[in-house]
């Protein structure tokens, strides 16, 4: 067999060039056209980084409710002399009540805008946490803290969401981790504000404390009505297409194409109400009706879950008593808490630096392995008795958090569910994410003082191992696609003849030769090469083009640096094309 490819570059028009390719196999010939768009690492507009770093900010409550409480938990279980059974219930309080504010903001996500849910999380928020340091006694404080615990799991819904519709499918990844960094700030932030006053009376300090957590959601409730604008997402889904093109105008770049930016849009809407998935109910979207649609909820949700059953926000609630258990002095923690947090945030930036060139899924499991160690090595220190043992490995367990699960889990849910149940869905893996934080938080102690500490942190290393296993066979690699493709390719990879290879590569062999024989243009085959290395030339679209699939393999394999076979447009674009 003789294969001899001639390529000859020409230039066709201001945004692209072609790429003509002679293909000589056993004396045939055969001509591709491989549309590519120029300047594929181009950055987006500085609007975007803006507008995401003003709904990371939401972010940065939570994280600072962390931190803050893992030190003045202690102060008012000491002002108030109450029992751990209260303490665990103060603290696990928050995580029940976010199950019912994430199970409830897909009303407000989707019917008064990702805009004005940003407005309401803050604002909840700061009654709150107002309310929190203003208390009187332990009902008081219960109460004010089971409302915060409502923004909170309100402004986990939305922050992904919005991020992941403002950001282009390139750097989607960098962006939607700034949530987490955002969470590790905060925690800083409270450690820091724990420190801080840890020398004031008793009564004062963890109201002090406490009363620090209302500046992030002020800035943010203040920003919310001067900067930031509406996703074009839900403007176009619910028919404001002017409003969408003024939006559109501030997050792309004076030469990009709007018109095919609204237009791809606006296919993948109108694709998803003929689905009628817009019409689901609540049992069929925790029970889809449809393969593909239940592998998407199945990763979603099953990587929102796995964030939280693996102990992170115990570790960071009950650092202080785990330390003080093994005698370490009280300096001495506060100390090891302002270090961890500090680490925590460097490892998060480096995630956000590697998530979308080395991918979503390589980073899940390495990240998985590193904590299931991490979580061994603490139970062998308790088991020796080495405290600063201990402190080590809960910060390596924290770094490894950091560099995949914490950010990945979001990101992920984000990608993954179609637009018309994209509210409704984060809604569950939140809902999901919480009751599991909830559950692990509140039992924390009781549990891991009645089996000891070193039996406890060996059974989630081991727990840790199946999730391990489960990410590696069941989560996909969804680095550098578009939203609006998503869909498409967890129906693909839904059919018998679509191959889930261990790599998280997609095996599409079957199917070449069917989609050449629909070619109907003289064996002329075009595709997108830029499905290997998405444009971001494009806010909101990998791509403008669309085409079919070559019938000969080799320059898809030349390419085949992404795990997805190459994004087919809705049948309108491609009839354009």
């Given amino acids: 067999m003789e294969r001899k490819f001639e390529m000859i570059a020409t230039d066709e028009g201001e945004n692209r060039s072609v790429v003509e390719m002679k293909d000589v196999e056993l004396g045939a010939h055969k001509t591709h056209v491989f549309e590519i768009e120029k300047d594929t690492k181009r950055r987006p507009v500085k609007y975007v980084y803006l507008i995401a770093g003003m709904a990371a900010l939401n972010s940065a409550n939570l994280g600072f409710d962390i931190g803050v409480m ?12 109450l029992s751990d059974a209260q303490l665990s219930i103060l603290i696990g309080i928050l995580n029940a009540s976010a199950i019912f504010g994430a199970a409830l903001a897909h009303y407000s996500i989707d019917r008064l805008g990702r805009r004005a849910t940003f407005g309401i999380s803050c604002f909840i928020f700061i009654t709150g946490v107002s309310g929190m340091a203003l208390s009187l006694n332990f009902a008081m404080i219960l109460c ?10 309100i402004g986990l819904s939305i922050d ?20 987490e960094i955002s969470i590790n700030i905060g925690i800083l932030i409270g450690f820091i504000a724990s420190y801080g006053f840890k020398d004031m009376s008793t009564g004062i300090a963890w109201r002090l404390m406490l009363g620090c957590g209302i500046i992030a959601p002020f800035i943010l409730l203040i920003c919310v009505f001067t900067i930031m604008p509406e996703s074009p997402r839900w403007l176009i889904a619910r028919g404001y297409e002017t409003e969408a093109r003024k939006v559109l105008s501030k997050l792309t770049w004076p030469d990009e194409d709007r018109s095919a930016i609204l237009k791809e849009i606006q296919n993948a809407v109108r694709e998803e109400k003929k689905s009628h998935l817009s019409e689901l109910s609540w049992r069929q979207i925790l029970f889809p009706p449809t393969p593909g649609l239940r592998r998407a909820i199945m990763v979603g949700v099953g990587v929102a879950t796995a964030q939280q059953i693996l102990v992170e926000e115990s570790l960071l609630f009950y650092f202080p008593e785990i330390l003080e258990s093994m005698n370490v002095a009280r300096v001495h923690v506060f100390m090891a808490l302002i270090a961890m947090g500090i680490l925590k945030t460097v ?4 995630s956000a630096c590697f998530l979308d060139s080395a991918g979503r899924r390589p980073m899940l499991l390495i990240s998985i392995g590193g904590m299931g160690i991490a979580l061994a090595g603490v139970a062998l220190s308790f088991l020796a008795h080495l405290p600063w043992g201990a402190v080590v490995c809960i910060w390596g367990y924290m770094s490894f958090f950091s560099l995949g699960i914490g950010p990945g889990c979001w990101l992920l849910a984000a990608e993954v569910f179609p637009l018309a149940i994209r509210a409704r869905a984060m809604a569950i893996a939140t809902t999901s994410n919480r009751i599991v934080s909830a559950v692990v938080a509140s039992s924390f102690l009781p549990w891991a003082k009645a089996v000891g500490f070193a039996t406890y942190f060996f059974c989630f290393a081991i727990l840790a191992f199946f999730v391990w296993i489960l990410i590696f066979f069941y989560v996909p690699e969804t680095k550098g696609k ?13 059919t018998p003849s679509t191959r889930f290879s261990d790599t998280g590569r997609i095996d599409t062999s079957q199917h070449i030769e069917d989609d050449d024989q629909e070619d109907g243009r003289e064996g002329r085959t075009t595709i997108n090469l830029a499905s290997t290395e998405p444009s971001t030339m494009n806010p909101l679209s990998a791509s403008q083009t669309s085409a079919k699939k070559p019938k000969h393999r080799s320059m898809l394999e030349m390419n085949d640096d992404a795990n997805f076979p190459p994004t087919q447009s809705p049948p309108e674009t491609m009839a354009a094309s």
Avoid at 70 to 81: L, T, V, Y
Avoid at 347 to 350: K, T, V
Wanted: overall charge negative; aromatic content about 14%; proline content about 3%.
């Fill in 160 to 179: 992904p969401v919005f991020i992941s519709e403002v950001s282009p499918a390139g750097v989607r990844g960098e962006l939607v981790t700034w949530s």
């Fill in 70 to 81: 893992s030190g003045a938990a202690e102060f008012i279980q000491d002002d108030w002399n």
């Fill in 144 to 153: 004010f803290r089971t409302i915060t615990g409502f923004g909170v799991g």
């Fill in 347 to 350: 490892c998060i930036i480096i």
């Fill in 482 to 494: 578009t939203l609006e493709a998503m869909a498409d390719y967890f129906e693909k990879r839904a």
